[in-house]
């Protein structure tokens, strides 16, 4: 027994690994930070549902916000006067760009409503599971 015991520390195991014993299960720690946070997640990952659509709620209000002021941006700024159109028939050189800038709060206001309904159904499934008759 002393022999294994010295062979075990030199290898840098236990004597019962040694033997081919299956070692004990390893329980958490439950001081450990990470693994705290993951049974939070565990436990409460519905009520993430809320948050969500907080943020949903913001990325949409950035969306039609940013599309309001870019498009009354470019609605007075299309207004050239005929003569200095350098465009036919007069049209807008903006609108390529008019395109390329919308395209954030666009995307901003999509995002926002798929964070939303997601966020809306993590929210309806946590109501439900705390709701039980």
Do not use: C, I
Not at 69 to 93: D, I, K, N, T, W
Not at 106 to 118: D, F, K, N
């Amino acid at each position: 027994m002393e022999n294994l015991q010295t062979l075990a520390g030199a290898l840098g195991t236990t004597v019962s690994r040694l033997l081919g014993e299956a070692p004990p299960p390893s329980r958490p720690d439950p001081q450990d930070p990470l693994d705290k946070g993951a049974r939070m997640v565990k436990k409460h990952w519905r009520k993430g549902g809320y948050v969500l659509m907080a943020y949903g709620a913001g990325a949409v209000a950035f969306g039609l916000v940013g599309r309001a002021m870019l498009g009354g941006f470019f609605r007075a700024s299309a207004q050239v006067p005929a003569g200095f159109s350098p465009l036919p028939e007069g049209g807008s050189p903006f609108g390529a760009m008019q395109s390329a800038m919308l395209l954030v709060p666009t995307v901003a206001l999509l995002a926002g409503v798929a964070m939303v309904a997601v966020g809306g159904y993590l929210a309806w499934k946590d109501w439900k599971l705390n709701h039980k008759k």
